[in-house]
């Protein structure tokens, strides 16, 4: 028999077969009855809907972040999550993205909200937001900008970055502009969505503090000691 002969002879089955079983499988299915698309007035305005929902997460989220609610934070993260951050990943809600929020980015000291730098402002083009729902509304990916302050402890062991660790110092801060990159998926057990993925991809930092007129360069060096040669550490190296 040649392939298009099987072929016709397959095709021919297959369409035997399902007129056999459509009635008993499926009863109640019209003729009519087609799956929904992106052109569906109906399903147009359920991802409207869900779109909503991820901008109102987000702005939880930041919101959380500004006032160092990083129980919030860490909550809104689905249990296989990571986050990546300045050249490392950190991995899983209760591990590495615990850490990296309740640890990394200490009270205070990082995830605030904080006006662009004079001279290293963003330009509107790379500020935009937008969302992208799925069809099956299960999944999102979604950027937004920020503008925050960020730290990290000092490494140095002299006595003078010791001492400040004491009084809960010993952390070099500075502005940094940039773009969350995210991906969202929905818990369909509580019916909410969770953050799967986040990376903060940043465009521009500076050596900054409110309510001054001026701002210096800086360099940030990446991430290079993973957990838990670093207890800070990321997971993993980018």
Not at 95 to 123: C, D, H, N, W
Request: no cysteine; charged share 25%.
């Amino acid at each position: 028999m040649s392939n298009n002969s099987r072929r016709s002879f397959v095709l021919k089955m297959g369409a035997g077969v399902s007129a056999a079983l459509a009635p008993a499988a499926l009863p109640a299915m019209s003729a009519a009855a087609e799956p929904a698309t992106v052109d569906d007035p109906t399903l147009r305005a359920a991802l409207l809907e869900e779109e909503k929902a991820i901008r109102q997460l987000h702005q939880a989220f930041e919101q959380a972040q500004d006032k160092d609610l990083h129980d919030d934070v860490i909550a809104m993260f689905a249990e296989d999550a990571e986050v990546i951050f300045n050249g490392g990943v950190f991995r899983t809600r209760d591990a590495g993205v615990s850490r990296f929020y309740r640890e990394r980015f200490q009270a205070g000291k990082s995830g605030r909200r904080m006006e662009q730098a004079p001279g290293f402002e963003i330009a509107a083009a790379q500020q935009r937001e937008s969302v992208q729902v799925s069809p099956d509304r299960l999944t999102a990916n979604a950027v937004f900008p920020y503008s925050i302050r960020v730290g990290t402890p000092f490494e140095s062991e002299n006595s003078l970055a010791s001492m400040a660790r004491l009084h809960g110092e010993g952390v070099r801060t500075w502005w940094e502009g940039g773009a969350y990159h995210v991906t969202y998926r929905k818990d369909v057990t509580e019916g909410r969505w969770t953050i799967s993925r986040l990376e903060y991809r940043t465009l521009a930092r500076a050596d900054y503090r409110p309510g001054r007129t001026y701002a210096a360069s800086m360099a940030v060096p990446r991430l290079s000691t993973r957990f838990p040669g670093d207890p800070l550490g990321p997971d993993e190296l980018v």
